[in-house]
Each structure stands twice: as C-alpha cells, then as structure tokens.
C-alpha cells in the first residue's frame, strides 16, 4: 500500500475548517453564557419584586383599614383629640409624658 500524502489544499481547507468550527463553539459559548446570566439576573429581580409586593399589599392592607377608620366621625375627632391635642368645649388637656 502506498502512502497518500496530503496535500497543501486539504491541508489548509482541514485547518479553517478546525478554525472554523472552535469560533462557532466560542461563539454559541458566550451567547449561552449571556443568556444565562440574563434568566439569572430576571430570577433574582422577581425574587426581589415579589417580596416588594408583598410587603406593598401588606401596607395596602393597612392603609384600607385606616381609610375604613376615617369613614367614621368619632374616630376623627377621637384621632383629632390624641393627636393634635383639639379639646372639646370645656375640656383641659393635660399631657402626662
């Protein structure tokens, strides 16, 4: 059997065809890579989002109970009274801290 040498055209064309193929690897590589640290980054955002929502409806929560509160005329004057210090006619007002 003879030896086949290669030749200098087969040669070259295995060499770009080498070159080639690592480039698309690299290529495909770091897109893959990127994209996953996008989803990793999304993931961690919403995790961060969904506890900001929480915390949000808890204070909404809250919120709707003091509006439900200032529905009501004593509870004004009552929160008035504590708070501002409004007196009714007559009425001393003594702070005791």
Do not use: C, H
């Not at 955002?45 to 109970?65: H, P």
Request: glycine share 4%; proline share 2%.
């Amino acid at each position: 059997m003879a030896k086949r040498k290669k030749s200098k055209k087969s040669v070259k064309r295995l060499f770009l065809l080498g070159l080639t193929s690592i480039a698309v690897i690299v290529g495909t590589t770091y897109t893959i890579g990127k994209y996953w640290v996008e989803i990793y980054d999304k993931y961690q955002e919403k995790k961060e989002l969904k506890t900001k929502l929480s915390n949000l409806k808890e204070k909404e929560a809250a919120l709707q109970v003091d509006a439900n509160k200032l529905q009501d005329p004593d509870y004004i004057a009552r929160y008035a009274r504590e708070k501002y210090s409004y007196s009714k006619d007559g009425e001393i007002i003594l702070r005791i801290p």
